[in-house]
T-cell receptor
Framework: EAGVTQFPSHSVIEKGQTVTLRCDPI?????LYWYRRVMGKEIKFLLH????????ESGMPNNRFLAERTGGTYSTLKVQPAELEDSGVYFC????????????FGPGTRLTVT | AQKITQTQPGMFVQEKEAVTLDCTYD???????LFWYKQPSSGEMIFLIY??????QNATEGRYSLNFQKARKSANLVISASQLGDSAMYFC??????????????FGAGTRLFVKA
């Protein structure tokens, strides 16, 4: 069974540019989460999809971030326009419904804004 | 307020020895879950172990065990017989139920473990 995949693995962009990150969850997982880790700090929740619906987007920093999940399958996270403080590693995770909500993580996308 | 606290930014352990990584948490929920994840240098997050708040026994998964002390709100990870491949960042996380339904998972800042040969 394929795990969670993310693309690209690394992105370097200039301030003001746009970047789109993609996450493909494990097939059959309704829950999809985006997290971000800024260097040396804790992993912070960004948002949670249940199928194609946004269940919780309370962690999104501001309106420069837009997440979508087309047809309840893959998800994209767009940052437009990117700022220096957006640099970090963006993780995607997916899980099935259940009491544990054990989340399987992708390898992350390292975003560097210069 | 920080809900997951990992007080050890870095830890060293000799190969083949046991090591304990500390984690304390803060919640008013009665039902919650605690997780540990490993992040090697390659970057992926690997699930290690889970402890439910109602589980009476400490969780174990191979060389990993979770020392769950509910009254103290601590969930320390114990790695027995450390191996060089255990060198990685380790994250403690807590899953809480949200008022609006579903769950929310909160992570600590992580502990970097170095295993010495």
């Amino acid at each position: 069974e394929a795990g969670v995949t993310q693309f690209p693995s690394h992105s370097v962009i200039e301030k003001g540019q746009t970047v789109t990150l993609r996450c493909d969850p494990i097939s059959g997982h309704d829950n999809l989460y985006w997290y971000r880790r800024v260097m040396g700090k804790e992993i912070k929740f960004l948002l949670h999809f249940v199928k194609e619906s946004k269940q919780d987007e309370s962690g999104m920093p501001n309106n420069r971030f837009l997440a979508e999940r087309t047809g309840g399958t893959y998800s994209t996270l767009k940052v437009q326009p990117a700022e220096l403080e957006d640099s970090g590693v963006y993780f995607c995770a997916s899980s099935q419904w259940g009491s544990r909500d054990e989340q399987y993580f992708g390898p992350g996308t390292r975003l560097t804004v210069t | 307020a920080q809900k997951i606290t990992q007080t050890q930014p870095g830890m060293f352990v000799q190969e083949k020895e046991a090591v304990t990584l500390d984690c304390t948490y803060d919640t008013s929920d009665q039902s919650y879950g605690l997780f540990w994840y490993k992040q090697p240098s390659s970057g992926e997050m690997i699930f290690l172990i889970y402890q439910g708040s109602y589980d009476e026994q400490n969780a174990t998964e191979g060389r990993y065990s979770l020392n769950f002390q509910k009254a103290r709100k601590s969930a320390n990870l114990v790695i027995s017989a450390s191996q060089l491949g255990d060198s990685a960042m380790y994250f403690c996380a807590m899953r809480e139920a949200k008022n609006t339904g579903g769950f929310k998972t909160i992570f600590g800042a992580g502990t970097r473990l170095f295993v010495k040969a």
